[in-house]
Structures are given as C-alpha cells and as structure tokens.
C-alpha cells in the first residue's frame, strides 16, 4: 500500500512541478500558462509538501502517515484557495489550467482514500 501511496503522491508532485514552471513563465512544448508568479510559488510549494510526503512514505518513516495525510491536505487547500481565487477573477484563467486543477484534486483525494483503506499498514 505504501508503495501506491507513494507513486500517486509523487505523480500529484510531478504535475505540481509542471504547472509551477508553466506558471513562472515557462511554455513546456506546446503546453503553456499565463505568467502567475504567486501559483508558481503555491505549486512548488505543494509540490515539496507532496514529495516529502510521498519520501516518508515509501521510506516507511515513523511520522509516515501524518507525513502523508499533512502533504495531501497543503495542496488541497492550495487547488481550493487557487479556483476560488480564479473564480473571482484574480488572474487569467484557462481550461487546462481549470484541467490541472481538477486532477491534483482528484489525486489528493485518491492518495487520502488509500491512506484510509491502508492506515493499519501505518502502524509500527
């Protein structure tokens, strides 16, 4: 469990990563975002906190499920604070972007139900 855990947590950094770059100015081939420094920051942050995470995890570290259940919660709240920030108009917005936001939802959200249905692999 630990070992799936891990690989959707660090898929979640990856695109967090993607989307940080994207956000710093950067175009990735033919994917690209308009310039928000203030996402690119949010993103690599969230993107650190997933990483971490996805390390304590796969290294079966004693904090590994606060560890876990900690770098799933930061980017939740980051995506959230990000589409209602969007939402009011506080930036460009574009579908892929509104995409990216969706899946890493969606992949916190699935790495937290695996964290659930695996906590007794947790224990020490």
């Known amino acids: 469990m630990h070992r799936a855990i891990g690989i959707v947590m660090l898929a979640n950094a990856a695109l967090f990563v993607f989307g940080a770059v994207q956000h710093a100015g950067l175009s990735l081939g033919p994917f690209h975002e308009p310039l928000i420094v203030p996402a690119s920051i949010v993103e690599s942050l969230c993107a650190l906190a997933l990483i971490w995470g996805a390390v304590s995890v796969l290294g079966d570290s004693r904090i590994a ?8 919660l930061i980017p939740i709240a980051g995506v959230i604070v990000g589409m209602v920030a969007l939402g009011l108009g506080r930036g460009p917005r574009t579908w892929t972007n509104d995409m990216y936001h969706r899946v890493m939802l969606a992949l916190s959200g699935a790495a937290l ?3 659930i249905i695996g906590r007794k692999a947790f224990s020490h």
């Open 65 to 72: 499920f606060v560890a876990a259940v900690s770098a799933n």
């Open 113 to 115: 139900v695996l964290i």
